[in-house]
Nanobody, 122 residues
Framework: QVQLVESGGGLVQTGGSLRLRCAAS????????MAWFRQAPGKDRKFVSA???????YYADSVKGRFTISRDNAKKTLDLQMNTLEPEDTALYYC????????????????WGQGTQVTVSS
């Protein structure tokens, strides 16, 4: 069992930066693949980025070159550095753990946090 708590969201202007953090509790964090998803009002939850248990990293095309995912297995944390933010990045951002298949699919993750709101003003 894994509990996930996100933090770091907020209100930022276009072009600004935020760093999200997901703190995990429980055992075997280092064996889990971890990811960030986001959901805008009225829209489906969408993949943002993932880091597999072996360190392989994946990004959605929309955030490549702007967002950086990282994990610290000793601290049991997952970070998402978001630069050059755009209004289209406005969403509730979720941390997810333990993909059992397709890293890009929300349905493949077993554990979810409550989310942290990111709002980018134009």
């Amino acid at each position: 069992q894994v509990q996930l708590v996100e933090s770091g969201g907020g209100l930022v202007q276009t072009g600004g930066s935020l760093r999200l953090r997901c703190a995990a509790s429980g055992r075997s964090f280092e064996t889990y693949s971890m990811a960030w998803f986001r959901q805008a009002p009225g829209k489906d939850r969408k993949f943002v980025s993932a880091v597999a248990w072996d360190g392989t990293i994946y990004y959605a095309d929309s955030v490549k070159g702007r967002f950086t995912i990282s994990r610290d297995n000793a601290k049991k944390t997952l970070d998402l550095q978001m630069n050059t933010l755009e209004p289209e990045d406005t969403a509730l951002y979720y941390c997810a753990a333990n993909s059992v298949g397709n890293y890009y699919s929300a349905g493949s993750y077993d554990y979810w946090g409550q989310g942290t709101q990111v709002t980018v003003s134009s």
